[in-house]
């Protein structure tokens, strides 16, 4: 028989362990509240669009001219179309804007396809003629490159969503862009007064349809 001394030792032993038990708990609760949690995690921004030649975003990697001397990278808001900016040029000289990428792009996987492009021109109305566009494997005009031309009557104030096939493209004579290698692209027109135009998001793209 276990005697009555030895039962009270016991059930002290009990409660000694069943409050230490209590006190762990409560301990960890209160270590759990005191803890920071950490935030939720956020996306980052995509940086390799496929088929992406210019976000027009920055000039970061890449030269920029205009020919007109009111030209750079306009952030306000609503005069962009993707990302963070466009290109802007304001004036009445020519070429709006002769792009010269410092590394070339390998673009041959969207040969079955074409270039997208926003372009935005304030006022159509003052165009000289069909916008041209170029897109070149050699550095420069006129070589390796591919042309379009869009048609003024397609043309609508504000922005315009073009895409322009490679199929529909007139090629230089020396065979045209080698889509593999891409380091050029340029656009422009003609007025007689000056207007703003801004270009945004240019890249390869799967089409079915085509505005140039």
Not at 65 to 71: A, I, L, M, P, R
């Amino acid at each position: 028989m276990i005697k009555a001394r030895n039962i009270k030792k016991i059930a002290a032993i009990l409660i000694a362990i069943t409050l230490a038990a209590g006190f762990l708990a409560c301990s960890s609760k209160e270590d759990d509240s005191g803890k920071k949690e950490n935030p939720p995690s956020v996306a980052e921004p995509e940086k390799n669009v496929p088929g992406m030649l210019l976000d027009c975003d920055s000039t970061r990697g890449i030269s920029v001219e205009s020919y007109n001397d009111d030209s750079g990278i306009t952030n306000a808001e609503g005069e962009y179309k993707e990302g963070t900016g466009a290109f802007q040029s304001a004036g009445k000289n020519a070429v709006w804007w002769q792009v010269l990428l410092e590394n070339v792009v390998d673009i041959s996987a969207y040969a079955e396809g074409g270039i997208h492009l926003w372009l935005y021109i304030s006022e159509t109305a003052k165009l000289n003629s069909d916008v041209t566009a170029e897109l070149g494997s050699g550095g420069k005009g006129g070589v390796y490159e591919y042309q379009w031309t869009v048609k003024r009557e397609k043309l609508t104030d504000g922005w315009n969503e073009l895409v322009l096939k490679f199929a529909n493209a007139r090629k230089s004579a020396d065979g045209g862009a080698d889509l593999s290698n891409v380091n050029f692209l340029r656009i422009y027109n003609s007025t007689n007064d000056g207007i703003t135009v801004r270009l945004d998001d240019v890249r390869a793209v799967e089409v079915e349809h085509a505005t140039g």
